[in-house]
């Protein structure tokens, strides 16, 4: 009887104990999980190592490089014309907006000034370079939350956009169509018209899209209080765009710096949201896009005649001096510090990219959330590989 | 980087006396610690700090209203040995100059770190400068660390660490972020061989085409397009 009683009390010991086990090592070993380098939500090649407590992100890594292709090196053996082919490639999806503050920087340099004309259509493509790259993203988002549908609309409509671009530029991609001291070419005939119906196409998109996503249940339910970021630690990571807006901070560099581009000639609004979540970023932006076709609506009713290059030596060199200048690019924040020799090409020009803050942000961000919101954060911050990697 | 706003009627002189200003409060709270200004009135701001001061600096601009982080990056001043690259390999090394020739604000190093922060109530940007000295314990150079100022700086340090080789004192995690791990050599150092080029020459200027009728004179410098 005894014996039989032992041998329970003995498997029960053993049972709690197996229990036990079990529970420590759900408890304490966590579970590594490595998003990427190839995944749909990394937009490229980053990948990011998370580390999990049950479904919990207890520490995240993200590890750039994967496309590093050391543009900071190659501009110091290339003449400065010859640069705007390399930046380009940065942030691939606005590829004009990338040229604007080098030739900006450089003209400064030059204490020269592009003629009027000039500045308003770099504005107008800078602002077409907005739309084509967001658009995509609104469309992506979709995709991020399981909506297929959202994705194939932008695609549709950043193509009346590309085509545009194409028609102005010749290149539907890499424009490379700023130079210093003006632009390559003039606008075609015909075109303006072409713009004003596509900038209606896209103010339907972006009413579609607000349709489709914004007021969605599940949309909302997965965006709204998920990875708020507050302004102050915003500005400490150097968040910029459409990022550092939505967390409540009304800093927008079209509106708040003078520079010899046609921003100040028209009326937009600067959109905040005061809630710092996914949904905020994702909605600045979409408000983000609108305006832009307005801006760029108004900037067609008034392009001023005239040339659009201005008397400047064929053999650039330009004078010895450091100058710093930042736009408001699609993600944020871009600017190159051109430090100039009096050479015909930059000493060194460091390139202060938007991705490469925002993205600096994510192990703080994802510290605490759980998996499924890892992917909607990441798409909300938005970021181009191309950006982070220069 | 003048406001813009539609207070601000006379951008020229409002701009000029908020530089100043800035100026004067950043030596009231450095002191000494600053060795150069250089103001370009209505465009920019650049301020050169002792070394040892670098992390201080930070701080001083961060309490002085720039809360925000653009970037941190350094220069290196020694002309390249290589030049840019478009000479004949097959021929001798052309002579190079190897004096070193600072920017703005000066400097006495070959390398300095420079950071840039916003204020974003008054809108306006400053550069920060600093000589990081050569080598002290033969491990390369090393200056403060800015990560307890800006969080921010985080990934700016890590990328600087690799491309320069400066070490950044308090950085809690100076791993690589763009190179491989076991890569060697800093490759923005100006004595880093953009091996690409060496192999291959890049035309460099040749690639400018003497206009039609303009004969073999294709350097004329006041021509124009």
């Known amino acids: 009887m005894t014996d039989l009683i032992d041998r329970q009390k003995l498997s029960y010991i053993a049972a709690q104990a197996a229990d036990a086990r079990l529970n420590v090592e759900l408890e304490t070993e966590g579970m590594t999980l490595n998003i990427g380098p190839q995944h749909p ?32 090196k190659l501009t110091e053996v290339r003449t400065f014309p010859q640069v705007t ?23 400064q340099l030059m204490e020269i000034e592009a003629p009027p004309r000039a500045q308003w259509i770099r504005t107008i493509l800078f602002e077409l370079s907005r739309i084509a790259n967001v658009s995509l993203f609104l469309g992506d988002l979709g995709v991020q939350l399981g909506a297929i549908t959202p994705v194939f609309f932008a695609f549709r409509d950043r193509e009346y956009v590309l085509n545009l671009i194409e028609g102005a530029t010749g290149g539907r991609f890499h424009p490379n169509f700023d130079r210093i001291g003006g632009l390559k070419e003039d606008l075609p005939k015909g075109w303006i018209d072409e713009t004003r119906q596509v900038m209606k196409k896209l103010r339907n998109f972006c009413d579609e899209i607000e349709n489709l996503l914004f007021g969605n249940k599940i949309f909302q339910d997965r965006t709204r209080g998920i990875g708020v970021i507050p302004p102050a630690v915003a500005q400490q990571y150097g968040l910029s765009g459409a990022n550092l807006r939505a967390s409540g901070v009304d800093w927008d560099l079209r509106r708040d710096q003078s520079l010899p581009l046609a921003y100040d000639k028209v009326d937009f609004k600067v959109w905040t949201h005061p809630d710092g979540d996914s949904f905020a970023r994702c909605w600045v932006r979409l408000q983000e896009t609108r305006e832009a076709t307005k801006i760029v609506d108004q900037l067609l009713d008034g392009i001023p005649s005239g040339p659009v290059m201005a008397k400047v030596p064929r053999i650039i060199k330009v004078p010895e001096g450091e100058a710093f200048v930042s736009t408001e690019n699609p993600l944020g924040e871009m600017g190159y510090y051109v430090v100039s020799q009096g050479d015909l ?23 605490g959330v759980y998996v499924p919101d890892v992917i909607t954060i990441l798409a909300s911050l938005y970021f181009i590989l191309g950006d982070i990697d220069k | 980087m003048a406001p813009l706003s539609d207070t601000a009627d006379t951008p020229a002189l409002a701009s000029d006396t908020l530089r100043e200003g800035i100026v004067d409060d950043l030596r009231a709270r450095l002191g000494d610690a ?12 650049w301020v050169r700090v002792r070394t040892d001061a670098w992390r201080d600096a930070g701080l001083a601009v961060r309490d002085a209203g720039f809360h925000y982080f653009c970037f941190l990056s350094a220069i290196d001043w020694m002309p390249s040995p290589y ?17 070193i ?17 916003t204020d974003l109530e ?42 320069f080789g400066i070490r950044f004192a308090g950085h809690p995690d100076l791993r690589n972020m763009y190179l491989p791990t076991d890569f060697e050599g800093h490759p923005l150092r100006k004595d880093f061989p953009l091996l690409a080029r060496l192999v291959k020459p890049w035309p460099g200027i040749a690639d400018v085409e003497p206009l039609p009728g303009e004969g073999d004179d294709g350097e004329g410098e006041g021509a124009t397009e």
Not at chain 1, 41 to 65: K, N
Not at chain 1, 345 to 367: D, E, H, M, Y
Not at chain 2, 101 to 117: N, S
């Open chain 2, 101 to 117: 020739v600072q920017g703005y604000t000066g400097g006495e190093t070959r390398f300095q770190v420079f950071a840039r922060v």
């Open chain 1, 85 to 107: 082919t390399l930046i380009n490639r940065i942030d691939w999806l606005g590829s004009f907006a990338n040229e604007v503050p080098f030739i900006l920087a450089a003209e």
């Open chain 2, 122 to 163: 008054r809108h306006v940007g400053i550069t920060l400068k600093a000589d990081v000295p050569d080598d002290v314990d033969g491990q390369g150079p090393i200056v403060d660390s800015w990560v307890t100022n800006y969080a921010g700086a985080n990934w700016h340090e890590r990328e600087c660490h690799e491309m």
């Open chain 2, 34 to 45: 600053i060795v150069d200004v250089k103001l370009v009135p209505n465009v920019d701001l």
């Open chain 1, 41 to 72: 939500a990394t937009h490229g090649t980053l990948r990011i190592i998370v580390r999990l407590d049950g479904e919990q992100v207890v520490w995240a890594d993200p590890s750039a490089g994967y496309m590093h292709r050391g543009y900071e």
């Open chain 1, 345 to 367: 090409g930059p000493f060194r020009v460091k390139i202060r990219t938007a991705s490469f803050n925002n993205i600096s942000i994510v192990p703080w961000v994802l510290r």
């Open chain 2, 83 to 99: 030049g840019r690259g478009e000479d004949d390999p097959t021929a001798p090394p052309p002579e190079r100059s190897t004096e």
